[in-house]
C-alpha cells in the first residue's frame, strides 16, 4: 500500500492527467448520445448574450440575402394561400391549428463541425421547450435540445444524432433522414426499402410520426441512388431545402396535443416524467 | 503587474478572440484556427505541473462551453499541457529560465518558438479533430484538415505574439 502511494506521488503529473483526460473523454461520450444531450447541454443567457452582441454586429452584412430569402418565402406563402383558402370551413382548418409557430432570430450557428447547434433568441419565457421542432422558411432545420429564459439551443439537422422521421413524398414510403457526410448542404436518406427506385429531384418530407415535426414539411431533394446489388435497406443523397449556411430567421413548431399523443402511446414514461 | 493578473488578462483576450471571431471562421470546412491554446503556450517555463494541467482543463471547458463540446477541448487542451514540459525539454534544454518567465520570442528565438508552437498546435489539433469525427470515415481528409488548420493557427498565434510579444516580458 505504501509502495503504491509512493508510486502514485512520484508519478502525480502522469496520474493527473490521466484522471482529467477520463473525466474530459467521458464528458465527452456521454454528449454524443441523443438523449443525453438533451439533459447535459447547459444553455444559459450569458452565452446568449455574447453571441446577440456579436450578431449585432455581423447581422448588417448579410441583410440583403436575408432579405431575399424572406422575399421568396412571402411567395411560396401566398401561392399556397389560395390553395388552403377553400378549406377553412373543413378538417384542415381545424387540423392546422395543432400547431403553433414562434418566429426567432438566429445568434449562432456552425455548419462545419461534425455536430453543429444554432441558438436562438426565443426562451422558456416565448414558451420554448425541449423537443420542439424548429424549421426554416424553407424546411426543416432541427429540434431544440435546451432553454434557457431567453435563449434556446438547437440541434441542428447536421449533428449525428439528429435523425428524423420523413415519407417520400410521391409514395408516402417511411424513410428516415440522416447527416453522414462532412458537407452541410447534402444528407442522407436511410432505411429505403429495397423496392423503391428514387429518381433526381424526388421530394422527402417529415412523416409527421414523430410528434415533433408536423407532416409534409419540406426536407430536402434526392441527388442520387444507387441501387445496391444486396436486398437490404437502401442509402441515397439528398439535398437540404434548408440552407443552413445563411440560417437568419427560423420558426419554433409548438406541438398543442404533443401531451396528450405522447400519452397514448407510452403512458407509462410520460408519468414518470 | 503581478504575474497571476498578466496571465488571466491573457486568458480574457486570448478568449474574446477565439470566441467572439475566429470560432466564426469557416474557411471551406478545413480550417478552424483554434489559437486559445496560445494562453497554454506562453505559461511560466516553472509552472507548477499539475496546475499547468488543471489550466489545460479549465480553459479547454471554456471552449466547450461556447461551442457545445462538452469535453472535446478539454481533452484537447489537457493533452497539450501534459506535452508541454517535455517539448521544452526537448528544444530549450539549454537555456535557463528565471522563476517566472515564459517561453516568449525574446527569449527563445523566432525558430525556437515556432518550432515549440507547431509541435504543440499539430499535437492539440491531432485528438482534437479526430475525437470530434469519431464517427466519420474519412480518416484522410481529417489528416488533411488537422495539418491545414495547425499550420493556421501557427500562424496567427506567430502574428499574435510578433505584434504583441514585445511589450510581454
Given at each position: 500500500m505504501r509502495n503504491l502511494f509512493l508510486f502514485l506521488k512520484k508519478n502525480q503529473f502522469f496520474v493527473i492527467f490521466v484522471v482529467i483526460q477520463l473525466v474530459s473523454l467521458s464528458l465527452l461520450f456521454n454528449s454524443y448520445s441523443y438523449h443525453k444531450s438533451l439533459s447535459f447541454n447547459t444553455v444559459s443567457d450569458f452565452r446568449g448574450m455574447v453571441f446577440s452582441s456579436y450578431d449585432a454586429i455581423v447581422d448588417y452584412f448579410y441583410l440583403r440575402a436575408e432579405n431575399e430569402a424572406l422575399v421568396e418565402e412571402n411567395a411560396r406563402l401566398r401561392s399556397q394561400q389560395s390553395v388552403v383558402f377553400p378549406d377553412q370551413d373543413s378538417v384542415v382548418g381545424i387540423q392546422d391549428t395543432l400547431y403553433q409557430y414562434v418566429a426567432a432570430d438566429v445568434v449562432s450557428n456552425t455548419v462545419h463541425r461534425r455536430n453543429n447547434f444554432i441558438t436562438i433568441n426565443k426562451g422558456k419565457l416565448s414558451g420554448v421547450e425541449k423537443e420542439m421542432g424548429v424549421i426554416s422558411g424553407s424546411g426543416v432545420a432541427g429540434i431544440i435540445i435546451g432553454v434557457s429564459d431567453n435563449y434556446a439551443l438547437i440541434m441542428s439537422l447536421?449533428?449525428?444524432?439528429?435523425?428524423i422521421s420523413a415519407r417520400?413524398?410521391?409514395?408516402q414510403h417511411l424513410v428516415n433522414v440522416a447527416w453522414k457526410t462532412r458537407d452541410h448542404t447534402t444528407g442522407m436518406v436511410i432505411d429505403?426499402?429495397?423496392?423503391i427506385q428514387l429518381f433526381e429531384g424526388d421530394t422527402i418530407v417529415s412523416s409527421g410520426n414523430s410528434l415533433i415535426f408536423p407532416k409534409d414539411i419540406m426536407i430536402g431533394t434526392i441527388i442520387d441512388h444507387q441501387k445496391s446489388a444486396s436486398k437490404g435497406l437502401e442509402e441515397a443523397t439528398m439535398k437540404f431545402s434548408t440552407e443552413f449556411n445563411r440560417l437568419g430567421h427560423v420558426y419554433i413548431i409548438k406541438n398543442q396535443h404533443k401531451e396528450e399523443q405522447q400519452q397514448l402511446i407510452n403512458p407509462e414514461q410520460s408519468s414518470n416524467e | 503587474m503581478s504575474n497571476t493578473i498578466k496571465h488571466s488578462i491573457y486568458f480574457l483576450l486570448i478568449m474574446a478572440l477565439q470566441v467572439l471571431a475566429l470560432n466564426h471562421?469557416?474557411?471551406?470546412?478545413y480550417l478552424n484556427p483554434y489559437v486559445y491554446v496560445l494562453f497554454l503556450l506562453v505559461l511560466?517555463?516553472?509552472?507548477?505541473k499539475s496546475l499547468l494541467l488543471l489550466l489545460g482543463f479549465a480553459t479547454g471547458l471554456c471552449m466547450d462551453y461556447f461551442g457545445n463540446t462538452l469535453g472535446l477541448h478539454a481533452s484537447a487542451s489537457v493533452l497539450l499541457a501534459f506535452m508541454r514540459p517535455s517539448v521544452i525539454q526537448l528544444f530549450f534544454k539549454n537555456l535557463d529560465f528565471s522563476e517566472r518567465e515564459s517561453p516568449m520570442i525574446s527569449r527563445v528565438g523566432f525558430m525556437g518558438f515556432l518550432k515549440y508552437t507547431f509541435i504543440l498546435v499539430f499535437l492539440h489539433h491531432l485528438l482534437l479533430f479526430y475525437l470530434e469525427v469519431?464517427?466519420?470515415?474519412?480518416g484522410l481528409q481529417t489528416l488533411l484538415a488537422v495539418l491545414l488548420s495547425s499550420l493556421l493557427s501557427t500562424a496567427v498565434i506567430m502574428i499574435l505574439v510578433l505584434i504583441f510579444g514585445s511589450r510581454k516580458t
Open positions: 447536421l449533428h449525428q444524432n439528429a435523425i417520400i413524398k410521391k409514395n429505403i426499402p429495397s423496392h | 471562421m469557416n474557411l471551406g470546412g511560466p517555463v516553472h509552472i507548477n469519431l464517427s466519420f470515415t474519412d
